[in-house]
């Protein structure tokens, strides 16, 4: 019998999060700078949403799918179902 593989990706959850601690604890950080220059609507609204200040809509939630888009390319990643951003710096 063959093993289905299965495709892990990031929940929403976690890529709210994962933008959030990007935008809050590196956003001083040159090699983020063009990064967060680019993103500057999809991060404010993962902060937002992260906090629970606001309730996520398609439109938010296909925002902040493209920013995290965007960061695992910057790093050349393929979306591995990350829990933290920490996950991603140590590719």
């Known amino acids: 019998m ?3 593989s ?3 990706s990031t929940d929403f959850g976690h890529k709210a999060e994962i933008l959030f601690d990007l935008w809050v604890n590196h956003g001083d950080n040159e090699e983020f ?3 967060i220059d ?3 609507l999809g991060l404010p609204m993962a902060y937002f949403i992260h906090k629970g200040y606001v309730q996520s809509t398609s439109m938010a939630e296909n ?3 493209e920013t ?3 960061l695992l ?3 050349d990643a393929e979306d591995e179902g990350f829990k933290g951003l920490q996950q ?3 590719l």
Do not use: A, G, P, V
């Open 2 to 4: 063959r093993q289905r």
């Open 6 to 8: 299965t495709k892990l």
């Open 33 to 35: 700078e063009e990064f």
């Open 38 to 40: 680019n993103n500057d």
């Open 63 to 65: 925002l902040i799918n």
């Open 68 to 70: 995290f888009s965007s």
């Open 73 to 75: 390319e910057m790093f």
């Open 88 to 90: 991603i710096l140590d």
